[in-house]
């Protein structure tokens, strides 16, 4: 439904996104996850036509967004960052107003906006001007004039964003209920959103898509996946190199590192990553270490999160902080 | 063809129903209504107003002993009230247009007009369309002054020269609005977009008087340009083409601008 080829988006000298490629079936919702400024709302701009592309290739059921932009724009639900909402329409003026611009016939208006109106439970405020609706409703406003002319394609750009708990339960489930032969895509920078409503899942970093998968693979992948800490004093270097080498060797062990902590003398702390599914290591670790003759001061198991993973994908060399900080205000631009 | 007159049907009315729910729009239409009946009464009563001037025609005329050429007082009034509500607007209209694009790309609802199966053409005319009727309605009340004054003339005017003096007021204005329409299409600041319209308006009215300090062929390229002639000479009953052509080019620069800014607004976005 939506093919992705190697896209590439350049704003003057500064990449956006690049070399993005991905595609998503019939029927699928597609999570678009990363930090703010990772180039989510680029490529979705890219999709929709509002933007083109440096490079690449982008198709929506088979058009060419940029070549064929009006008839990929017929194919499209989207909501933008903010919802695109005119204040001094009521809400179904306002509906009837996009789906007579999306080009659905005067015959099938009423009902089309009638549907729109009850799937996002706006029936009890179709009279009531948009300006005096709250977050909430507004965004529900949003959501129903992407749907509005029942486009094949959906977008929705962070539906979530600046609702309070309740809404975004509401608004997830009402995505739920909108996918079937939909082909959704939607961004977000919140992990548990993505398990909740999406089938697939792309993790966008930077302007490159770092990992694709089912939430579901990528949860088991994580959650299996655990690493012990331990802690030795041993009274040489040798010794350490040694017992690096050896749980190296271990049945189930995929990664040995030695973490640089500031410790007392002759204390060393190591992470051990172990494989996925593999059992009792955390035994053969302990006998490895007091079978070396040194002393076993402290062992942990640290069971790697989400958000680790998230985190781990996602930054490169560069702090936290500072990287996400610069990235925010690129996105200041962007917007 | 049918979709596309479609669209701008649809862009017409939201943009017009959304005139007529502005508190805005309703303050600019009665500044308009007072000042045009501030300059009718002026030309009327006032101390250079038309009455006084045939007053003293007559009285010249008296003591010279020689009979006065008959003065039809109220077709001058027409003349110069058409003249004035020109004037009025040059101020009025670019408050007007000031929003027509800025407004939608301060709200984010240009991005869904972009992405949406029209073309920035067809925004751009039914927007266009849009605020002219307004204006239009807002001349209409006006047209009750003009009727007792036109039911006075002697010899009786002809509806043609009327109807074309009004035909200038709206191609004038369409003119104003178009350019006023690009401009708003350039920032998302209204208030920039008022000052800016307003400026440029102000040249082209003026334009004619500064190109006489040019000489040859760019002086009178200038002088061409300019509004106030090219009205003036349809509010005194001159049906000269060029005057058309110039006022339809105006319109269809400002539709053709506001078309590419909107593509090019795209394409720079960083």
Known sequence: MIEVEHLSKLYGSTTAIEDVTFAVERGE??????????????????????????????????????????????????????????????????????????????????????????????????????????????????????????????????????????????????????????????????????????????????????????????????????????????????????????????????????????????????????????????????????????????????????????????????????????????????? | MRVIIANILAIYQRELRSYFASPLAYVVAGIFWLLAGIFYTALLLGPDGVIQRAALIDLQSQQLGVPAPPVDAPTILLRFFLEALGFISIFILPVLSMGLYAEERKRGTLELLATSPITNWAVALGKLLAVVTFFLTMVLPLLLYQAIAYAATNPPMSVAIVLLGHLGLILLAASILSLGMFISSLTDSTILAAIFTFALVLLLWMIDSLSKSFSGPLGSVLGHLSLLKHYGNLTQGILDSSSLILFASYIILGLFLTAQSIEAFKFQRS
Do not use: W
């Open chain 1, 29 to 335: 919702i597609l999570g678009f996850l990363g930090p703010n400024g990772a180039g989510k709302t680029t490529t979705m701009r890219i999709l929709t036509g509002y933007l083109p592309a440096t490079s690449g290739t982008a198709k929506v059921a088979g058009f060419e967004v940029h070549e064929d932009s009006l008839a990929v724009r017929r194919q499209i639900g989207y909501l933008p960052e903010t919802p695109p909402l005119y204040p001094e329409m009521t809400v179904e003026g306002f509906l009837h107003f996009v789906a007579r611009i999306k080009g659905v016939s005067a015959g099938d208006r009423a009902h089309q906006v009638e549907s729109a109106m009850s799937r996002c439970g706006l029936m009890e405020k179709r009279t009531t001007l948009i300006r005096k609706l709250s977050k909430g409703y507004k965004q529900r406003v949003g959501i129903a004039q992407a749907i509005v002319h029942d486009p094949p394609a959906i977008i929705l750009d962070e539906p979530t964003v600046g609702l309070d708990p309740r809404q975004i339960i509401e608004v997830r489930n009402l995505i739920k209920s909108l996918a079937g032969d939909r082909t959704i895509i939607l961004s977000t920078h919140i992990l548990p959103e993505v398990s909740m409503t999406c089938s697939r899942v792309a993790i966008i970093n930077r302007g490159r898509i770092v990992a694709t998968n089912t939430p579901e693979n990528l949860m088991t992948q994580l959650s299996e996946a655990s690493s012990y800490e331990v802690e030795v004093a041993a009274d040489t270097d040798e010794a350490e190199t040694q017992l690096i080498s050896s749980l190296k060797g271990l049945a189930g062990v995929k990664q040995v590192e030695r973490l640089t902590i500031n410790l007392p003398e002759h204390r060393f702390k190591l992470r051990v990553t172990t494989e996925q599914g593999a059992e009792s290591v955390g035994r053969a670790i302990a006998a490895t270490v007091v079978g070396g003759g040194l002393g076993l001061e402290e062992m942990r198991r640290t069971q790697v999160s989400l958000e680790d993973v998230f985190l781990q994908l996602t930054t490169e060399e560069a702090p936290l902080e500072t990287d996400t900080e610069s990235q925010t205000e690129t996105t200041g631009e962007a917007a």
